[in-house]
Structures are given as structure tokens and as C-alpha cells.
């Protein structure tokens, strides 16, 4: 059984730093695309970051571009993102998710949910103007 667990959120103020991470386990995670997601009260899922099995490639959602990171530790079976510069619209729940395919993800399908199949509980972010 897959497991997707995140933390790392908080109430911070805007400008300043955020690093959530997610800790995987029941499957070969190092295999495997991973993605960020949120979904702030009232609205949709939306995407926000995704890397693939490697590290070597990402994409991004044009709103946080230059602002956050995301990246991976597949020794530690644990996907990272790193934001910088909050900004009140950034609040919000964020989940990592593990992508059904193995090996890479294509950036026309990074940003699609269905792509992925395991999601985490997922972690409040919440930024103060």
C-alpha cells in the first residue's frame, strides 16, 4: 500500500520561506514522476509543480515559476518544495502525488491529475498579507 505523507506547511507571513516535504513508502518510489498540488478553500485542484523519476527534468505551474523548487531525495524516498517569497494567494492545502507512470512524465501531462494515482492528506499552507 502506497503511502504519501506531507509536512512542512504553516501560518507565515508573505515574503517569507516555506520547505514542505513528503515522505513516500509501499512502492519503488525512486521509479516513479511526482507531482504538488492545491486546492484553496472553495476552488479546484490546481497544479503546481512536478519532477520526474530522476530529478533531472520539472515543470511548473507559471505562477510560482522562479519562486518555488521542487525537487527529490530518492535515497530518502522524498520529494521537496521549496518556496520562496509567499504571497497570500499561495494559501491553500498543498498534496504530493505519485504518477501512474513509470519512469517520466511528459510535461502535456504533468499538470493533469488523473496522471497521478496516490495523493497525500496534504499540508496547510497559509499565507498572511
Known amino acids: 500500500q502506497v503511502q504519501l505523507v506531507e509536512s512542512g506547511g504553516g501560518l507565515v507571513q508573505a515574503g517569507v520561506s516555506l520547505r514542505l516535504s513528503c515522505a513516500a513508502s509501499?512502492?519503488?518510489?525512486?521509479?516513479?514522476?511526482m507531482g504538488w498540488f492545491r486546492q484553496a478553500p472553495g476552488k479546484e485542484r490546481d497544479f503546481v509543480a512536478a519532477?520526474?523519476?530522476?530529478?533531472?527534468?520539472?515543470y511548473y505551474v507559471h505562477s510560482v515559476k522562479g519562486r518555488f523548487t521542487i525537487s527529490r531525495d530518492n535515497a530518502k524516498n522524498t520529494l521537496y518544495l521549496q518556496m520562496n517569497n509567499l504571497k497570500p494567494e499561495d494559501t491553500a492545502v498543498y498534496h504530493c502525488?505519485?504518477?501512474?507512470?513509470?519512469?517520466?512524465?511528459?510535461?502535456?501531462?504533468?499538470?493533469?491529475?488523473?496522471?497521478?494515482?496516490?495523493w497525500g492528506q496534504g499540508t496547510q499552507v497559509t499565507v498572511s498579507s
Open positions: 502525488a505519485m504518477s501512474s507512470r513509470y519512469g517520466g512524465l511528459p510535461e502535456s501531462a504533468a499538470a493533469t491529475g488523473s496522471e497521478y494515482d496516490y
Open positions: 509501499g512502492r519503488t518510489y525512486s521509479n516513479y514522476a
Open positions: 519532477i520526474n523519476w530522476n530529478g533531472d527534468t520539472s
